[in-house]
């Protein structure tokens, strides 16, 4: 399921309402080698919002939602789909999970504060070393065999 936030449709955010639907296209058109390449539940639902900050996507592991920001270009958006799908498969396969205490995550078996202090820290947790590289990848062959073709 796909659903464009109220904010784009009605709100704030109007002029982002057809970069929003390309986004949802961009979904649609590539969910079989997404499928292909990922291990994520397929249940997954998408919102496709502005996010605050630089991130470009968030991941749910709670409701298995993945949060889009479509102010992107559409490659930078399709490689953040593709990130945050690898979380979601992170979780499916219990490579990724919670504690249940707070700030702390488990990610193959070990435990690991999530409070960090800066950018760097935050990119070299091993789940997100794992995301982006796979991503990175999953552009590459995209890229490679043709199959990249993204709306302007």
């Given at each position: 399921?796909?659903?464009?936030?109220?904010?784009?449709?009605?709100?704030?955010?109007?002029?982002?309402?057809?970069?929003?639907?390309?986004?949802?296209?961009?979904?649609?058109?590539?969910?079989?080698?997404?499928?292909?390449?990922?291990?994520?539940?397929?249940?997954?639902?998408?919102?496709?919002?502005?996010?605050?900050?630089?991130?470009?996507?968030?991941?749910?592991d709670?409701?298995?939602?993945?949060?889009?920001?479509?102010?992107?270009?559409?490659?930078?958006?399709?490689?953040?789909?593709?990130?945050?799908?690898?979380?979601?498969?992170?979780?499916?396969q219990?490579?990724?999970?919670?504690?249940?205490r707070?700030?702390?995550?488990?990610?193959?078996?070990?435990?690991?504060?999530?409070?960090?202090?800066?950018?760097?820290?935050?990119?070299?947790?091993?789940?997100?070393?794992?995301?982006?590289?796979?991503?990175?990848?999953?552009?590459?062959?995209?890229?490679?065999?043709?199959?990249?073709?993204?709306?302007?």
């Amino acid at each position: 399921m796909i659903t464009i936030a109220t904010s784009i449709r009605y709100g704030n955010y109007k002029h982002l309402f057809n970069k929003a639907v390309g986004v949802e296209r961009l979904i649609q058109k590539y969910w079989n080698d997404f499928r292909i390449k990922f291990d994520f539940d397929t249940r997954v639902k998408f919102v496709i919002r502005p996010i605050r900050g630089n991130t470009n996507g968030i991941a749910y592991d709670t409701d298995n939602r993945i949060e889009i920001d479509p102010r992107r270009d559409y490659v930078q958006i399709l490689e953040t789909i593709a990130h945050e799908l690898v979380h979601s498969e992170q979780t499916k396969q219990n490579r990724l999970s919670r504690t249940g205490r707070n700030r702390e995550r488990v990610y193959h078996g070990q435990v690991y504060h999530t409070q960090v202090g800066n950018y760097t820290e935050y990119l070299n947790r091993p789940w997100e070393k794992e995301a982006r590289e796979r991503a990175a990848a999953f552009i590459q062959e995209l890229s490679h065999n043709g199959t990249l073709a993204l709306e302007k």
